[in-house]
Structure formats: structure tokens, C-alpha cells
């Protein structure tokens, strides 16, 4: 070790090394001994520091104090949103709308809000974090182009959107979003939570956003709108025979279903009889039990659907074109996207001669419905232990079962109504879009691979989902798109290998999706996409064979049939035939061969 300290010590002179000294000589010692504990203090922190040993104290992590977006603000403030399709989020801006707030949905995220999301967030993100995040930075930017300044926006404009607690890096989104807000200069932008578990209800008093019963009414129907006129667009669109024809009816259903968002009134109690209730105690339970009986009963949106269904049944269509079933499954945000966010994946499969079967965002909705069921279920009786309740003590243990039995209830109504709700936009849609799928059903076929308790992300839904559609006959060919960076994601890839070796005939592509290498995933797609062309080739082959007709006869007499050219036209799914042309060449052979026995019979 170095004398440097000895040698900077100040000089005591002769005098200071006299008698005189004894006392000041023990001060002495004393102040070197602090000085070499200092200096050993000091190298022992400078080598902790090079090793990354360094002690620092823990920080716990505060959710910053916003200021609070108020009822006051309500009419100078505009509520972004995004992360769905269009067609979700133009149905969800007309039901805000409909309760008097200014709103906006922010575009499709594209590479350069993945680019921003990377620049301006953490490192080590997944994917749709990046996206998401950089998109919201980015739109702010543009309205900075358009001359606002930081402070307008950050006053003129809040951006809601959904969080959780995890397990996933999806309960960090909103720490992102703070970070990437202050990091590009808009910092103090409010960021207002829907919390996925949270139901009901998670407004505060005086808030800005409501989220009451009207509000979560209006977003869920529109969620349950969105996807039933987007699962009947996509099974049209391949067969149209006037290229462009469905997207333009497509948007003329979009402007006239946002219409009826935006003008349906929410309920509330009229009449004399109404107008005396509610000047008593019961005036809150009635409104309630009246909105939720005109969300039961209510044909609001059945007859807009029925209207949309006509139009869309006025598209002219060849179903007799041989066409792979390719079934998109994998993460929420990434299957449900429809940009650069999942390599425009949708576009190009379509593009590439298939029809896409996407997922509705219904069954997240049942997916969270049954992982609340099944974790109070596991929970039952925690509280009797904990409480250290003796066996004999039964009016406290019926109490606790019955509190679970009630709470199970409650959620399994809930369900039940939310399933009803969603079929009966279905059945308006002649019942053209698909029916939700069983969770039950998918549980039990995805626990064995993937523990359904696994929480985060899709939990066991990727690997049921792939397991139900292929063996159900609903598609050809499994796409499960998995984010970058996705925990649940690369935990499922495991387990998908475990599916795959099991269930042999199944095509399944798991693909990552990024902000970069869509050549690589197309090509990927591509492959795998040559395969189910294939198989369905093969199985047009074996359908003609065993009908016994050919498909130019087919074809001819759909010609002479017009009603088999519309898009509402029922043909019917046959056991062990997946394929939109193979089934509806099975039906119109049945057809073609009846007219031919009845003409035979006439004459
Ligand atoms: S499920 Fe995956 S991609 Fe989605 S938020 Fe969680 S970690 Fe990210």
C-alpha cells in the first residue's frame, strides 16, 4: 500500500516531537488510523465498483403522481387508444363518443414507432412493448408537426390503455409508457388504466373517464361488433370476384355501425313510474337492472346487423376456388394487429392465396372469465387455514365455501351472459362468423401439454388452440405468430414440440415477429403455406371423387344458382373436411344430384 497518507500527514516540526507532545501525539495516531480506515474504505468501494459489487440502497419503485384527468377537463381533452384493429377501435371511439368524450384511436403501429419504442424505452422489451409504446410517442409527434407545443399536448391529450400486475411484461406497460414519455420530452402526459382484472367500476370520484356500466357496456359491445364483422370479412374476402369489393363494403359497414355507437343513448329510467324511483333509495339498483335487462332484450344491434348482413351477402363469390384454412393463433396484441407489428401477415396470406381464420378478441375475454374461476376454485379454503379455523368450527367453514360458491356464480353468470351476447351477433350475421370456443374444452385439451395454471400472455390457449382447430377440421395449417422477447411465448415453443410430435398430420409455423426480417418470415410462411396448398388440393381431389362429380359441373350449376354465389349462402361443414371449397363442393353435389334425380323422375 501506498505512504502517501504518512507523507501528507502535516509536519509537526521539532517542537511538536518535544515532551510537550504526548497528548497531541496520541491525536496524532489516532487521526492516521482514520485516515487509513478512510482510504481502505475508499479502495474497498473502488474495487466493488470495478467488480459491480457496488452497495447501493434499494429503491422501491412509486407509481408517479399524475396530475388527475378530470370531469372538468372532459370537454377540452381528447382520449387516445389503441392496439386493435380499426374496425374495433372505430366501433370503440363511436361508444366514447355516444358518453360525451373527445376521442381518438391512434394508427397501426408501423417500424418507425417500433424504432421510437427501442430509442426511447427500456432495453430487453418484447415486441408488441416496443410497438405499442413508440406508436404513442410517435402519434404526439405528429401533432407537434402540426404546431401544438409539448405543453398543449400534454394538456389537450390523455392516452388510455389496458394494464395488469403480470406475471408477463405486460405488467410493466405502463412504466414503459411513463419512461418513453419522459424520455422524449413529454414528460407528465397522462397515462389513465383499465385494469384487466379489475372489473367494474374502477373509476375515482370526479374522474374524467367514468368507467362505470355504460362505459364498460359500450366497449364490449363494440369489442363483440368489431369481431364478428371482422371474422365475416375475412372468410368473404378470398372469394370475392370483384377484387376490392369486400373492403369497400367492409367500410361502408364500419361508417354505418359507428353511427349507431355513436347515437345509441345509454339507458336510463323514464316515465312517471321511472321519474318516482328515482327519487327513492332504489333509483341506483334500478337504473342498473334496467340497463342490463336493454343490453339482454335490446335490438339495437341486432338490426344494424341484419342491415350489414345484407350488404355484405350482396358480394358476389366463388367458393369453388381451392384455398388453404390458415388459422392465426400466438400472442393477443401480435395476432390481433394488422400493420408491421406482425409482418402484415394477414395481407400477405391472403396475398398468397389462403383464408385466414383470425382469433376474436372474445375469447380473451372467456379466457379471463375462466382463469378467475379456476383460481378462486384452487383458493378454496386458504382463508380457513390461514385463520387457523378448527374443524369443528362449521358455521365458518360453510360461510367461507359459500362465499366462493357465490363468488364462482357470479362469474359463471357473467360468462354465460357475456357468451349469449356474443352468439346473438353471430345469429344477425346469418352465423357466418364463428362461434366462440369452449374454454372448458380448450383447457382441457391444452393442460396436459401446458399447465393451465401458468398465467401470462395466452397461458395454455396457444398450445389447446393448435391442438382444437387442427383436429376439429377447421384448418389446414396453424400460424401461431409469438412475439420477440415474449416469456409465455418461448415457454409455449416448448411445449408446441411436445404437441407436434403427438398430433403428426398437423402443419404448425410458429413464427417471431419483429420490427425487422419480414423477408425471412414470409419466406418461412411461404413453406409451410405450400404444404397446406397441398392438402388442400388433395383433399378438393378426394371430395370430387367421392361426390362423384367433377368441378366444372359444380361450377355451373352454382352459376345457374345465385343465392350459392352469396356470402350468407349455408352449405355446411362436413366431418373430416376442412377446406370453405371442398365442403361447399360436397353440399352443391348433394344439390346437383337431387335436381338430376328429380328431373329423371319428371321424365
Ligand atoms: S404476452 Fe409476451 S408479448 Fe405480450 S406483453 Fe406479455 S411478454 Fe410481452
Not at 154 to 159: A, E, G, K, S
Not at 273 to 286: D, G, N
Not at 472 to 490: A, I, N, R
Request: proline share 3%; aromatic share 10%; charged share 25%.
Amino acid at each position: 500500500m501506498s505512504t502517501a497518507p504518512f507523507n501528507n500527514l502535516p509536519d509537526q516540526g521539532p517542537a511538536g516531537r518535544s515532551a510537550a507532545g504526548t497528548a497531541a501525539g496520541l491525536v496524532q495516531i489516532g487521526s492516521v488510523e482514520d485516515l487509513v480506515r478512510q482510504r481502505l474504505e475508499a479502495e474497498r468501494r473502488r474495487l466493488e465498483r470495478e467488480a459491480g459489487l457496488e452497495r447501493r440502497a434499494a429503491r422501491q419503485f412509486h407509481r408517479p403522481i399524475e396530475r388527475p384527468f378530470t370531469k372538468a377537463e372532459r370537454d377540452k381533452v381528447t382520449i387516445l387508444f389503441g392496439g386493435l384493429t380499426w374496425k374495433h377501435e372505430k366501433l370503440v371511439q363511436g361508444a366514447l363518443e355516444r358518453l360525451g368524450y373527445h376521442c381518438a384511436s391512434v394508427p397501426v403501429p408501423n417500424k418507425r414507432a417500433f424504432q421510437l419504442g427501442k430509442e426511447y424505452g427500456n432495453n430487453g422489451q418484447c415486441n408488441p412493448t416496443y410497438f405499442t409504446v413508440g406508436n404513442l410517442v410517435q402519434h404526439l409527434q405528429s401533432l407537434e408537426e402540426t404546431g401544438l407545443t409539448k405543453q398543449e399536448i400534454i394538456d389537450r391529450y390523455v392516452f388510455f390503455t389496458a394494464g395488469a400486475c403480470g406475471p408477463c411484461r405486460f405488467g410493466m406497460y405502463e412504466a414503459e409508457y411513463r419512461l418513453a414519455l419522459r424520455n422524449s420530452g413529454f414528460d407528465g402526459f397522462r397515462v389513465l388504466l383499465f385494469q384487466q382484472s379489475g372489473g367494474l367500476n374502477q373509476a375515482e370520484a370526479e374522474a374524467g373517464l367514468e368507467m362505470n356500466l355504460d362505459f364498460f357496456l359500450g366497449i364490449l359491445n363494440s369489442l363483440n361488433i368489431g369481431d364478428v364483422v371482422n371474422d365475416v370479412a375475412y372468410q368473404i374476402r378470398p372469394y370475392e370476384v370483384n377484387p376490392g369489393e369486400t373492403d369497400r363494403v367492409l367500410d361502408e359497414c364500419m361508417d354505418l355501425l359507428y353511427g349507431v355507437m355513436k347515437r345509441k343513448r345509454p339507458y336510463t329510467l323514464e316515465g312517471r313510474f321511472w321519474e318516482w324511483l328515482k327519487k327513492t333509495s332504489l333509483s341506483s339498483t334500478a337504473t342498473t337492472v334496467g340497463k342490463f335487462l336493454d343490453q339482454l332484450y335490446g335490438d339495437d344491434f341486432t338490426v344494424v346487423l341484419h342491415e350489414v348482413r345484407d350488404r355484405f351477402n350482396a358480394i358476389a363469390i366463388d367458393r369453388t376456388r381451392v384455398k388453404p384454412i390458415v388459422k392465426i393463433t400466438g400472442e393477443f396484441w401480435a395476432q390481433t394487429t394488422e400493420g408491421d407489428g406482425n409482418f402484415n401477415m394477414f395481407k400477405f396470406l391472403e396475398r398468397e392465396g389462403a383464408q385466414v381464420l383470425v382469433e376474436p378478441v372474445g375469447t380473451w375475454i372467456t379466457y379471463m372469465i375462466h382463469q378467475a374461476k379456476q383460481k378462486i376454485r384452487d383458493q378454496r379454503g386458504i382463508d380457513l387455514v390461514g385463520q387457523n379455523i378448527s374443524w369443528w368450527n362449521l358455521s365458518k367453514i360453510f360461510s367461507s365455501h359459500l362465499n366462493t360458491q357465490q363468488k364462482i356464480a357470479k362469474l359463471t353468470f357473467a360468462e354465460n351472459v357475456f357468451r349469449r351476447e356474443y352468439h346473438r351477433l353471430v345469429e344477425a350475421l346469418a352465423d357466418v362468423p364463428h362461434h366462440l370456443t369452449d374454454q372448458y374444452e380448450l383447457q382441457r385439451i391444452g393442460h396436459p401439454f401446458y399447465n393451465s395454471r401458468a398465467g401470462g400472455g395466452e397461458g395454455h390457449l396457444e398450445v389447446a388452440k393448435n391442438i382444437y382447430y387442427s383436429n376439429k377440421d377447421l384448418c389446414h395449417m396453424v400460424l401461431s405468430l409469438k412475439p420477440f422477447g415474449c416469456m409465455p411465448s418461448t415457454q409455449s415453443d416448448g411445449a408446441q414440440s411436445a404437441v407436434v410430435s403427438q398430433y403428426k398430420d398437423m402443419i404448425f409455423l410458429p413464427v417471431e415477429t419483429s420490427g425487422e426480417g419480414d423477408v425471412n418470415a414470409h419466406s418461412r410462411v411461404q413453406m409451410a403455406l405450400g404444404e397446406a396448398k397441398v392438402r388442400a388440393k388433395n383433399e378438393m381431389k378426394a371430395v370430387l371423387e367421392k361426390a362423384g362429380v367433377t368441378l366444372e359441373e359444380v361450377q355451373e350449376f352454382v352459376s345457374e344458382h345465385p343465392e350459392m354465389q352469396q356470402p350468407m349462402y349455408k352449405y355446411g361443414h362436413h366431418k373430416g373436411v376442412i377446406g370453405t371449397a371442398a365442403n361447399f363442393v360436397l353440399h352443391a353435389a348433394e344439390r346437383l344430384k337431387a335436381e338430376r334425380r328429380e328431373l329423371v323422375a319428371v321424365n
